[in-house]
């Protein structure tokens, strides 16, 4: 699948995901209560930081393999469910490494609760597959 195709795939999902939950405040307003509610992992102290930061803009200065894109891509589907019209546009040097924050946040789809809105697409998906 095209990376725009993956692309268009995950904002269908959102869109049914918050569409089905009808009001924002279902969500915990805390996004590290939305981790460990929803996603089943504990932020580090540093990663609560940034979780937690209220800047538009934040820049995360930390060592490989500490958690930058985990925190983001948590961050942005958090956004996402919690503000209905919030919208994301993923930049990155390469492709490559804007597939990498998708398919994260692509990866902690399935851990939210099932709703009616997700399995339709569910069910899409599989039609779309089959032809």
């Known amino acids: 699948m095209s990376f725009r195709g993956r692309l268009r795939r995950l904002d269908d999902k959102l869109e049914r995901v918050k569409a089905a939950r009808g009001r924002s405040r279902e969500w915990p307003e805390d996004p590290v209560e939305f981790c460990i509610q929803y996603l089943g992992f504990k932020p580090t102290v540093y990663q609560e930081k940034l979780l937690r930061d209220p800047a538009q803009?934040?820049?995360?200065?930390?060592?490989?393999?500490?958690?930058?894109?985990?925190?983001?891509?948590?961050?942005?589907?958090?956004?996402?469910?919690r503000n209905r019209w919030f919208n994301v546009l993923v930049l990155a040097p390469s492709v490559r490494q804007s597939k990498i924050i998708i398919r994260k946040i692509t990866g902690f789809l399935p851990r939210l609760p099932k709703i009616r809105g997700l399995e339709t697409f569910q069910d899409e998906d599989r039609v779309l597959q089959r032809k």
């Open 57 to 81: 803009f934040i820049v995360a200065r930390w060592s490989r393999q500490s958690g930058k894109t985990h925190c983001v891509a948590v961050l942005l589907l958090w956004s996402c469910l």
